[in-house]
Each structure stands twice: as C-alpha cells, then as structure tokens.
C-alpha cells in the first residue's frame, strides 16, 4: 500500500499525529504571557473567568487578574438578599490595581436596601480607578444610591444605573466628575436636589439619560423641582418623566451649545433652553398622557394653557432641527399654536407627528419637507365617525408641492373625510413617490362589514387623481382584491386609476 493511500483517521500514525497536534494547541495557549490571557479572560463574565482556575495550577489565580468585573445575578429569592455581599466578596479576591469596566446585572425584585454594603462595594472599586460603571437592578429593585462616593471619581467615564433609584446626597459632599462622559440615570424616584448644579462639575459630559418615576411629593420648601442641565460638551440628551402624584410641574433648563440630539418624553415638565441650540439636528418630543390634573377648575385650565405656551416657546427654539418627531395629547397639544405665530423650519427634512387636522396649517412653517408620517392616535376615536373636520390650508404649501417624497398615515377612519384628506395630498403631491395607509377599527369592531368598508375605501383611494404619475400607494396586505395589483403581499398602485 503506498503512502498517500493511508487514511491518517484510522491509523495510529494519525491518532498520534492528532494528539501531538493538539497538544501544540494547547502548548501554545499556555505559552502566551500572563498578560496576554488576563486580557483575554477579562473579556469572559467574572464566573466563566473564574471557572478557568480547575484547567491548572497555573490558572487557578490568573482569574483574580482580570481587569473587568461582569456579572449576570440569575439567584433566588432566598440568596437575593445576600448578592452584595457576594460581589463585595469577588471583589475581595481580584487584585488587579486597574478595573476598567464593572458590569452587574441582578435578578428581577432584588433586595438591594443595604447601604453599607453598597458603600463598601463601589468604594472598592473606585479605589481600582473604574472608567464604566453598569448597575442594573431592573425596575422593579428598590437601590439607594451611595452618592457620596459614587459622584466624587476622578476616573469615571461612563455612569448607567438602572434600578429604583432613590439619591440623597450629603449637603457637605462636593460632586466631582471631571472625566464623565456618559452619565445614564433610569427610574429615579424622585428629581434629586444634586440635578441642580451636577452637570457644572462634569465639563466632558458628551450623553445624558434621564429617567423620573416619580412617586413622591416634593418638599413643602421646594415645590418646583428643578434640573439645570448646563454642559458645555453635551451631544444627546434624553429625559424620560412618568409621575403618578406629583402636583407641581419640574422645570428644566437647558443650556448645552453643541446638543445634536434631544429626545424629551414628558407632559409634566416646563423645559427652556437658556440659549438658541444652533447645533440641534434631531428632537423628538412626545407629550402624549393625561394632564396632572383633571378638573375643570379655571385656575387649573390656566395653568394648562400656560404650559402649552410654555412647551411651544421651547419647540421655537428648535427649527435648526433636519429631523423632528412631535407627539401631543388632548390637553398637551401645541399644534394649535403652530400656525399663528411659529418660526420656519428650513432645515426639516422628515417629520413625525400623531394629528393631522392642525398638522395641515403648519406644513407652510416647513418647505423643504420631504417624508411625513402620522400616526393618529386612539384618542381620535372619541371624535364622531361621520366628520373629522379635515381641512385645506389657505394656500397650498411649497412642500407639498415640490419636495415630499414620502407619506404615511396610520390610524385613518375609513370616512369620507380621510378619502379628501388623501385627495388633497395626491392632488398637489407633484413628486411624491410613495403614500402608505392603514384604516384602525377597535377590536371589537373587526367584522365583515368593517372588512368590506376598508375594501371600499381602498377602492376609492385608487380611483383618487394624482398629479405625480409614479406615485405608488402601499395598502394593508389583509385587503383583497380580485386584479393584479397586489404584489408581494401589499396592493400597490403606480397608475392614477387603477381599480380594485
């Protein structure tokens, strides 16, 4: 038998060539330095790290040197009470001077009400100089945060915790982050009185994430709560606020020149900015929910009214923005306020809302808009079925004409008013390219008939003139149709009359 015709598998010259090869393998990994393997297992989860200890004598403390603390607590109930006690524990045992990043996620309903072992916790680490804290105790974890060592790090990069955060910071502690970068609070329980000047002594913060969940009344002396956001290198701001007895409104000051990016969730709230934000690109605002209070008590409506005015004067100072999403309630809608006196928008490229009727007065205070997308919200349904009251603007806007490219709306009645609306778009759309439609019935009124009266109003649709001949119309795949026109899945149409 010639050489080349043995198979190395089955021989015992290839059964050792494999082990030799193997063993070369693992001679290799062995071989590397110290550092290199630290730096290798410091990208493994602290436990998986850990684990590597029984491979040999050589490993069992390589572990301890790892350089990042990750950890993903999956315990239960019986051992939650004790998990800062085990991390303070790890911690103890890894003696690297240097701790880059410390990520700790715990499990749901965690007991982590332990000051004293939270203190311990993060004094340890920052004692090792940590750049990125990720404290994840999940929404439903009560977590009083250690703020007097937590807020004073000279090496801190990045801040996110995540739990239900109550902060109470010392009167004599000084707040000192002079290298944070990105600072990420979620579920804090109250506005804490440190949000007045933190950001004055974090000079590089780039990415801020705010989030209230405020349950608690505030203090007899202080009944505006109050968040100066001063920063001079800030980029992206985020403020997120849900409050379920708070009966005075927080005020927020912005004062950040080269913001990019502001995304606001709150109907609560009065925000300002301090000076004209000429770097903004992109603000999304949603001031959708119920007012605080509901009452037709005058001086209550007084105060409402004052905060639309309030909420419309900060929107002003936006219209450097390319990109805008708007989202309003009943009692939180500025759009009433667009088309009287509001600036233009040269810049606005895409715009988001959830109302149409006043939306219609305001497209002259954005003439380079080209993609439009509304979604109507469910509070629509509390208008009658027979009118929704859609209008025409005085005069057609240039944007309509000449620059929107793109149209969806969602949430369309199927009523006759909806078919002008859509005639109006399609009959002074000169290049629009696409116009996508969708027709919301309450669930309890998904029968046949609502079924029939959809195919009906897309039948219409069709049949609706177009000024632009390569507009094609996107419709809802659970329409029929008996001609060609679904491709797909979706009926779509490039021609004028096209019939269903």
């Known amino acids: 038998m010639k050489l080349h015709e043995i198979d190395p598998t089955t021989s015992n010259n290839g059964r050792r060539l494999r082990r030799r090869l193997n063993n070369e393998e693992q001679d290799r990994l062995s071989s590397l330095p110290d550092s290199i393997l630290t730096d290798i ?24 040197t790892v350089t990042c603390f990750q950890f993903d607590f999956d315990l239960s109930e019986q051992t939650s009470s004790n998990i800062l006690l085990i991390v303070n524990n790890i911690l103890q045992q890894m003696i690297a001077p240097k701790l880059y990043g410390f990520h700790l996620v715990f499990p749901s ?53 995540i739990g239900m955060l109550k902060i109470e910071l010392p009167e004599n502690i000084e707040i000192r982050l002079p290298n944070l970068k990105k600072l990420s ?38 009944p505006h709560s109050l968040v100066n956001v001063f920063s001079p290198n800030l980029k992206s701001l985020d403020i997120c606020m849900n409050s379920w007895c708070h009966l005075k409104r927080s005020r927020i000051f912005i004062d950040a020149p080269k913001l990019a990016n502001i ?51 900060f929107l002003e100072r936006m219209s450097s923005v390319d990109n ?39 497209l002259h205070n954005f003439p380079k808009l080209e993609h439009l997308e509304v979604s109507l919200c469910s509070e629509d349904y509390d208008v009658p079925t027979e009118q929704r009251d859609w209008y025409a603007p005085y005069s057609v806007p240039d944007c309509l004409v000449s620059k929107l ?23 002074n759309a000169m290049v629009l390219e696409k116009l996508c439609t969708t027709i919301r019935f309450k669930v309890e009124h998904r029968m046949r008939s609502n079924v029939l009266k959809e195919s ?28 060609d026109v679904f491709k797909n899945g979706y009926a779509t149409s490039c021609c004028p009359n096209t019939n269903i």
């Open 109 to 161: 309903e965690s007991n982590l009400d332990q000051p004293d072992a939270a203190e311990q916790c993060f004094r340890t680490i920052f004692r090792r100089k940590v750049e990125q804290i990720v404290f994840n105790a999940g929404f439903r974890s009560f977590f009083r945060v250690p703020a007097a060592c937590l807020f004073d790090s000279q090496s801190l990069v990045s801040l996110k915790l």
């Open 456 to 483: 009906h109003f897309y039948k219409s649709l069709y049949n609706l003139p177009r000024s632009s001949s390569t507009c094609e119309v996107v419709v809802p795949k659970r329409v029929t149709a008996s001609s």
């Open 41 to 64: 297992l410091s990208h493994l989860p602290t436990n998986s790290a850990a684990t590597t200890s029984v491979l040999s004598h050589r490993w069992r403390h390589l572990w301890t």
């Open 185 to 222: 609070l979620c579920y804090l329980l109250d506005v804490p009185i440190m949000l007045r000047n933190m950001f004055e002594f974090c000079p590089l913060l780039e990415d801020v994430q705010l989030s209230f969940d405020l349950i608690s009344l505030p203090q007899p002396q202080n």
């Open 324 to 362: 805008l999403e708007l989202m309003v309630g009943k009692r939180t809608n500025i759009f009433t306020r667009l088309g009287v006196d509001m600036p233009i928008f040269n810049n606005l490229v895409r715009l988001k809302a959830n109302c149409f009727k006043d939306l219609m007065r305001c």
């Open 263 to 313: 995304r606001v969730s709150d109907c609560y709230s009065f925000y300002s900015f301090v000076q004209y934000p000429t770097a903004l690109a992109s603000a999304c605002i949603d001031l959708k929910g119920n007012s605080i209070v509901e009452s037709n008590d005058f001086e209550l409506q007084d105060e409402e009214d004052l905060y639309v005015n309030g909420m419309f004067e």
């Open 405 to 427: 490219k793109t149209v969806r709306i969602e949430g369309l009645k199927g009523i006759d008013d909806d078919l002008k609306l859509l005639e109006y778009i399609l009959r």
